[in-house]
Antibody, heavy 121, light 108 residues
């Protein structure tokens, strides 16, 4: 079964760039799925950041679009998130998730365990 | 963006109770609606997709219904492991995907 694992620095300085990687195991990132990033500030709800297909096609949340880049590395079976110009408001648990698409419907399953990124000097 | 609301924001219930959570979309989303369960410190887990389809491995006491703008998640007989926060999420065609604010179910 497919499993996802996030990795990356847990602490990023204000105005810096947050960089995370999601390693996919148990399946190919080149399958007919999209791959998404979702974040959750401490004690708050879920926010979709963006998605990528193995071809490199991406869609981003307009609220973050100017600062977000999602990329894919098929050779390593992983995809990555970069968020620039971070502030304390970007402190959150960041999840990666497989986005299943069936009959034009999409849902997230499974999810990675999540990684907390704190923005602080 | 399509806005999602949930009610109630929290509820207290006892083991064995029937629990109903409502989710409403700011515009019609047909059946492009999913439900997730999240326990403290854990990632969300898919329960229901396409409004009423039960994800494999999820107990049959969970069910979903609705179409258009109004949706419901029902737990027919609440079990101790069901105490968690529940989120709805719309996947209608135009991005971004959006989630409801969550409903926390705790022990009465």
């Amino acid at each position: 079964q497919v499993q996802l694992q996030e990795s990356g620095p847990g602490l990023v300085k204000p105005s810096g760039t947050l960089s995370l990687t999601c390693a996919v195991s148990g399946g190919s990132i080149s399958s007919s799925n999209w791959w998404s990033w979702v974040r959750q500030p401490p004690g708050k709800g879920l926010e979709w950041i963006g998605e990528i297909y193995h071809s490199g096609s991406t869609n981003y949340n307009p609220s973050l679009k100017s600062r977000v880049t999602i990329s894919v590395d098929k050779s390593k079976n992983q995809f990555s998130l970069k968020l620039s110009s971070v502030t304390a408001a970007d402190t959150a648990v960041y999840y990666c998730a497989r986005e299943v698409v069936a009959a034009t419907r999409n849902w997230f399953d499974p999810w990675g365990q999540g990684t907390l990124v704190t923005v602080s000097s | 963006d399509i806005q999602m609301t949930q009610s109630p924001s929290s509820l207290s219930a006892s083991v064995g109770d029937r629990v109903t959570i409502t989710c409403r979309a700011s515009q019609s989303i047909s059946s492009y609606l999913n439900w997730y369960q999240q326990k403290p410190g854990k990632a969300p887990k898919l329960l229901i997709y396409a409004a009423s389809s039960l994800q494999s491995g999820v107990p049959s006491r969970f069910s979903g219904s609705g179409s258009g703008t109004d949706f419901t998640l029902t737990i027919s007989s609440l079990q101790p492991e069901d105490f968690a926060t529940y989120y709805c999420q719309q996947s209608y065609s135009t991005r971004p995907f959006t989630f409801g604010p969550g409903t926390k179910v705790d022990i009465k």
